[in-house]
């Protein structure tokens, strides 16, 4: 892999400025450039993705008309290229700076957003799903958006609550049952579709949202997104012509690993190798 | 009704200079700020709303959902202060610029597009449903948006693909049967709901999309859109807090009324009083 100025081989990087810390910690989210990372990243991710979409396994969740893949997860545990990509050092360096400990990848996935078939997500906050279902017991972790194509307003990019991580757990009670149209597929596929099982209250989004205001990163291909596992956020349905891929990566902190979770959910969902990654 | 600088009562207006007809036959779509209409239009709307939403008739159309209220047709025939509003000497004075010819509503509506609810609407051109359900056989009308909020990314707003409206019609065949939800719903129906009974090709969106771009006019409350009949376009759902309502005239020339139907549509959909509206 290509080296750049964001780190050579093994280096422990600290490649977060001061201010893009702060505007972390104030807003859950940061966006970073295309520069931040190797540029030979989507070259790679690219070579590997048709294999990838194209394998059937439990693994892979498709869009509700049973036809389009909306997600492949477990990546960085079946697919070395993309295990390296998380060990990327000015990645594997910024999480540490933001979480303060040594890290793994708890959780990858792939979401696709088809040409005019990616369906929305609901509103909600990943961290709940990690803490119910898989027993992380803190909200360190970061998320870490790779962007496969580029972001626009018009492919469904992510929308946040800026802020709204301050304000904790934020989901009422789970809903019963499976959404539609996945009513046979195993319990724990609840958690991956596009009717949230933890669902936030309308009033509760309302009033963050006219508070906060709501933002979209958008951005070229191979742009970064990091934020926090209690933003609260959205996507749109992608009804343009063009894909919005990105890959998600998951960090948790070494000492955070999930605890006292009597059936852990599949592998390729909560990794349970919690070893501190070493940077490539 | 308060008067503005945009004409004094009964006046015949010429308010739209040339680089916005211009901009109109090259891009297919105009965005008028909110002082181009008087003040009062928004609340005369507002007054009137609450009513116009509660009456069920035929001419209200609802969401999948069954309960939200996606559409009400017919408002320039069912409300004296509605009707009104299509005959301000703005908009007559502008449309007629655009058409060169006098005018008459042949349809309008209120679009609701609720909080968290409002549904998308496929990638469509207007006028086919004009020419092949009523009988309007040359594209010779002008769609008016009255923003009656704020639009922006987030609430689904109207995506155009800038400039198709000079393709000509790009649908392919008509869709047979009733959309999803509305299967006990009369015929008609399917013109009006959210899959589109006149589809054209993915892949002419897509080459359409790829050359000219993609837009979505955004503005405050208040803000008129202008937009081509054959203008291709689609809007996301509205996956905010806040609601995106507009209203819609449809203007049709006086010259092109509706000809050899045997069964028109109901006269909220397809007004049969094709006289020329006088200014206010």
């Known amino acids: 892999m290509t080296q750049t100025a964001a780190g050579a081989s093994g280096e422990l990087l600290q490649p977060l400025g001061p201010e893009l810390i702060e505007q972390y910690r104030r807003d859950g989210y940061v966006l970073l450039p295309p520069d931040f990372l190797p540029r030979d990243v989507l070259d790679v991710t690219a070579a590997v993705m048709p294999e990838v ?8 969740i498709l869009e509700r ?21 998380t060990r990327l050092p000015a990645l594997l360096g910024a999480v540490r700076q933001l979480l303060g400990d040594d890290v793994y990848v708890h959780q990858s996935k792939v979401n696709i957003k088809a040409p005019f078939a990616g369906d929305q997500w609901e509103w909600h906050q990943d961290y709940v799903y990690w803490l119910q279902g898989d027993g992380i017991h803190r909200p360190d972790l970061v998320n870490v958006a790779v962007f496969l194509d ?9 929308t946040f609550v800026p802020g709204s991580h301050a304000e904790g757990l934020l989901a009422g009670a789970d809903v019963d049952g499976m959404p539609l149209g996945y009513e046979d597929a195993p319990a724990w596929v ?43 956020h959205s996507s749109a349905a992608n009804i343009s012509p063009f894909r919005r891929a990105m890959l998600l990566f998951v960090y948790n902190s070494v000492s ?7 059936e852990p959910r599949p592998d390729f969902l909560a990794d349970p190798e919690t070893v501190a990654l070493q940077p490539l």
């Open 53 to 60: 979409l194209a394998e059937d396994s439990p693994a892979r």
């Open 190 to 232: 609840a958690t991956l579709t596009a009717d949230e099982k933890f669902q936030v209250r309308p009033s509760v989004i309302e009033d963050l949202a006219r508070t906060n205001g709501l933002v979209s990163p958008k951005g070229p291909a191979g742009s970064i997104l990091l934020f926090h596992p209690n933003i609260l």
């Open 150 to 158: 580029e972001v626009t307003e018009f492919n469904g990019p992510l």
């Open 256 to 262: 955070n690993s999930p605890q006292g979770i009597a």
């Open 65 to 85: 008309d049973g036809s389009t893949v909306r997600s492949v997860y477990g990546l960085h545990r079946s697919r070395p290229e993309i295990s390296a990509l």
